[in-house]
């Protein structure tokens, strides 16, 4: 996934001068986990900069940037250490445009990481995409395969809006077909079904999407037939194709990485419930991580982490 | 200065006086609402600094902007519909006092999150410098930003990228209502410029002229390339740090002998002392007073915006 992303870069820049790439480590080293390697070789170090380890500034220069003619995308290492950049995103890049009566356009892409399970402890191991998807005049992204990271990226970059663009960090070694087409774009605020299924409707998003897939190929075997949907991005959400797919199975669960309490899940099931209240048969079940900051031991960690065991469980619990 | 260009700058300086005045009448009306926080004896260092530049300059400054705005060439009439929040107002009255801006005039807005401009100034100035565009960025801020890591983050930052960008402190003594010395570790606020390799001046705010100076010398800097420059600006405000501030953290005694030094008695010293006949002067004042009741007369004629207004300008395309 780490080349795709490098490689929708790449392809962008190509196409259109006005596109930098700057944050911790992208440029000489290219990027901590790759994502960025040979950008600097390629575009050189005006376009491509490294940036000292200030998130504050790496964002408000990304802002001003924006408003100034620019199309930088920005690189967070993790989204742990956007916190402290978080007046940036939400009181800047999100409301600059409105705020000035929309004087000011903010195009604008920050990719940042996120996700639990690589032993970092409670505070480099957090997945809260859905912080940033609270906030109006924001678009949040999260793909769940190599091609979608591609499609989606390219999009960001086009895109005349502020976009978080959020990866899951152990997903970048993960293998898949990636389209060679530079014009391979994916949609702003669609979702996409993963899996077809009759029984069940599981909506997840990033690596749940995954965990869910590994679910329901568990439970196809005990011919219990689910459909995934890829939410893909969280603003603009995209839920038709969830109560469509609802209409038919009239059970779901909503699987997240990160904590119940005021997450995805929370959300997705209320639109449920909302819009599709007469078609409920069962309570909707919601998948996530344990209430707890994630420990750095191996086995703890994966004991509080959602896995395709605790997707069946829940999908079993309303059969 | 031509005598055509101090007329100019002495009629922003009553343009400034009067429009803040104004508006602390019609805040104290209740027309104008929100936090409001006026420029009201600081207004040499916005006139003085901004007409050094040129016009693709960017300015930029923090949430006391209303004299920031007019020093870049906004009218009245766009600033005071903002302020009563009316559809023509030059934010479409969605920002308010704090939140003046015209992208036209390369006036890229009040900001009212403390220190977070700065961040956004790196990025106004690093845009023109990747075009190769030698237009600079004069980013304004209180004393009271000297504390918060924006201006660290920033100032570091801009110096490590020689981006071409004037940090403009104008140290008016008080963040809120904390002296400088109960929060900022050093009072000569140009000393943390230091710390970043940059360069910097100082100058009395009161004295349109050392401002204007200073920015000049400071903008030759800055269009070499030799990366950014510091100026720490000696000014004062008269009013509170905003509106219903009672003042009682500082002395009238104090008060008065920053008013003695005002900068607009001085600049009109300056007029007389050219030969500009107190005639001339006089009729700037009602040129000014003219502005201002024209200003006021066409915020209270706009429309409001529409309730349906508020599902624009939030993305590229309009939701709801």
Redesign the interface.
Same mark, same amino acid.
């Given at each position: 996934m780490a080349k795709a992303i490098s490689l929708a870069l790449a392809e962008e820049m190509e196409r259109d001068p006005s596109i930098?790439v700057f944050g911790e480590e992208v440029a000489v080293a290219g990027g901590t986990y790759g994502a960025t390697a040979g950008l600097y070789d390629r575009f050189g170090g005006?376009?491509v900069?490294d940036?000292?380890i200030?998130e504050?500034?790496i *964002?408000?220069? *990304?802002?001003?940037? *924006?408003?100034? &003619?620019?199309r930088?995308v920005a690189e967070i290492m993790g989204i742990n250490f956007a916190f402290l950049a978080m007046?940036?995103i939400v009181?800047?890049a999100a409301k600059i445009?409105?705020? /000035? &009566?929309?004087? /000011? *356009?903010c195009p604008l892409v920050i990719r940042t990481t996120s996700g639990g399970g690589r032993q970092l402890a409670a505070t480099h191991s957090q997945t809260v995409e859905h912080l940033f998807a609270h906030f109006? &005049?924001l678009?949040v992204v999260a793909p769940s395969t190599p091609a979608d990271a591609k499609g989606l990226l390219k999009t960001a970059i086009r895109?005349?809006?502020p976009i978080m663009f959020i990866e899951q960090a152990t997903m970048y070694s993960e293998r898949g077909e990636v389209p060679d087409d530079p014009n391979f774009l994916l949609p702003v605020g669609q979702s996409d079904v993963k899996r077809r299924g009759k029984d069940v409707t599981i909506v997840a998003y990033s690596k749940m999407v995954g965990v869910s897939l590994k679910a329901a190929q568990q439970l196809a075997t005990e011919s219990i037939e689910c459909e995934v949907i890829d939410l893909r991005w969280l603003r603009p959400l995209d839920l038709e194709p969830v109560f469509e797919s609802f209409k038919q199975t009239n059970r779901a669960v909503v699987v997240e990485e990160s904590w119940r309490t005021y997450g995805v899940g929370a959300e997705v099931a209320a639109r449920i419930y909302e819009e599709c209240f007469d078609y409920l048969d069962a309570p909707i079940q919601r998948v996530a991580q344990k209430e707890v900051p994630l420990p750095y031991n191996g086995e703890l960690e994966k004991y509080a982490l959602p896995k395709p065991a605790d997707v069946i469980e829940a999908v079993k619990a309303i059969l | 200065m031509d005598k055509a260009e101090m007329l100019k700058l002495y009629k922003q300086l009553v343009v400034i006086r009067l429009l803040e005045e104004k508006c602390e009448e019609l805040y104290q009306k209740g027309k104008i609402g929100g936090f409001m926080h006026l420029y009201i004896g600081q207004e040499a260092t916005g006139v003085g600094a901004v007409s050094a530049r040129r016009p693709t300059d960017n300015v930029i400054t923090a949430y006391r902007d209303h004299g920031i705005a007019l020093a870049c060439g906004m009218s009245p009439r766009a600033i005071m519909a903002e302020m009563l929040g009316k559809a023509t107002g030059c934010s479409k009255g969605k920002g308010g006092s704090m939140h003046l801006a015209d992208k036209r005039l390369h006036f890229w807005g009040g900001h009212a999150i403390v220190g977070a401009h700065l961040a956004l100034a790196t990025g106004l100035a690093w845009a023109d410098q990747y075009r190769g565009s030698d237009a600079a960025t004069l980013c304004f801020f209180g004393e009271g930003a000297s504390n918060i890591g924006y201006f660290h983050e920033s100032l570091n930052l801009a110096a490590v990228w020689k981006l071409p960008c004037i940090f403009i402190c104008e140290n008016n003594n008080y963040g809120m209502w904390t002296p400088v010395a109960r929060a900022s570790a050093v009072i000569e606020i140009r000393q943390k410029a230091a710390a970043y390799g940059m360069p910097s001046d100082s100058a009395d705010g009161m004295d349109l002229l050392a401002v204007r100076a200073v920015t000049e010398k400071a903008l030759a800097h800055v269009r070499a390339g030799e990366g950014p420059y510091f100026l720490e600006i000696h000014t004062y405000r008269y009013r509170g740090h905003s509106m219903g501030d009672q003042r009682p953290y500082r002395t009238h005694d104090e008060i008065k002998k920053w008013q003695a030094e005002d900068p607009i008695g001085q600049f009109e010293q300056v007029l007389l002392d050219a030969g500009i006949p107190p005639a001339e002067i006089d009729a700037l004042d009602a040129q000014a007073q003219f502005d201002i009741a024209d200003g006021v007369q066409y915020a209270e004629e706009s429309p409001a915006p529409a309730l349906e207004e508020i599902w624009t300008d939030i993305y590229a395309e309009p939701i709801g």
């Open positions: 930098v005006n376009r900069k940036t000292p200030s504050g500034v *964002a408000g220069a *990304a802002v001003g940037a *924006a408003m100034n &003619g620019l930088p007046d940036q009181n800047h445009r409105s705020m /000035f &009566g929309g004087q /000011f *356009a109006p &005049g678009y895109s005349d809006d | -």
